[in-house]
């Protein structure tokens, strides 16, 4: 099946800007999106991307897709206290999981005062 | 409010002990699907469901059943469970399957069988 990479943890200082890396192996994808996790809470869904796109900008989050490398990126501007929590990337498409759908196994993101 | 809803958050069992974990959502969605997390491993799919009454294994859905007899609902069942299944379960929905609309995930369910 089709797998989906990134690294399990990213430490930054509080103010600086964090960017999470993701590397995927679908040619066929068609979304990607993030997810944040919070100590003891589920999923929720931060950002997402077509795959026709290159960029998607929101607040202080931008998303970055090179399709060529399959390469997808996340940078927090200035990085929060509040954004200490774990980073899914995932990608839907037709090598995906069962579903269609794979997940990567998630980035820490620790936040140094 | 929008949301899909797990119970119980928290469920301590026995080997063999059957157990059910409900999934909710109140948002019509098509589709419904369950995840468990363990460390190191991230989220793996145990089953999904496009629809009432479909159903289709993800990639571990070896010790669990599933149903869905209504759109709102998709339990999660373990007939005998086992150590190997402690876990963080989430059910999640979406208004279409195969990664073409964002999931909504319910907060979890953790579970220990001892």
């Known amino acids: 099946g089709e797998d989906v990479e990134q690294s399990l943890f990213l430490s930054v200082r509080e103010g600086d800007s964090s960017v999470i890396n993701c590397t995927y192996t679908?040619?066929?994808?068609?979304?990607l999106y993030w997810y944040k996790q919070e100590p003891g809470a589920g999923l929720q869904l931060l950002t997402y991307?077509?795959?026709?796109?290159d960029m998607k900008q929101d607040q202080r989050l931008t998303v970055l897709l090179n399709k060529k490398d399959k390469h997808l990126s996340l940078r927090i501007a200035d990085t929060q206290t509040g954004d200490s929590a774990i980073y899914f990337c995932?990608?839907?498409?037709?090598?995906?999981?069962?579903?269609?759908?794979?997940f990567g196994k998630g980035t820490h993101l620790i936040i140094q005062p | 409010e929008a949301q899909v809803t797990q119970n119980p958050r928290y469920l301590i069992t026995v080997t063999g002990k059957k157990l059910t974990v409900t999934c909710s959502q109140n948002?019509?969605?098509?589709?419904m699907s369950w995840y468990r997390q363990d460390p190191g491993l991230g989220l793996r799919q145990i089953y999904y469901?496009?629809?009432?009454?479909?159903?289709d294994k993800g990639d571990v859905p070896e010790g669990y059943k599933v149903s869905r007899k209504e759109k709102r609902n998709f339990p999660l069942i373990l007939e005998s469970p086992s150590p190997n299944q402690t876990s963080l379960y989430f059910c999640?929905?979406?208004?279409?399957?195969?990664?073409?609309?964002?999931?909504?995930f319910g907060n979890g369910t953790r579970l220990t069988v001892t």
């Open positions: 999640a929905s979406s208004t279409q399957g195969q990664g073409a609309s964002p999931l909504h």
């Open positions: 679908d040619s066929s994808s068609t979304y």
């Open positions: 991307i077509f795959s026709n796109m």
């Open positions: 995932a990608e839907s498409g037709v090598g995906g999981g069962a579903d269609g759908l794979t």
């Open positions: 948002m019509n969605h098509e589709y």
């Open positions: 469901s496009m629809n009432v009454e479909v159903t």
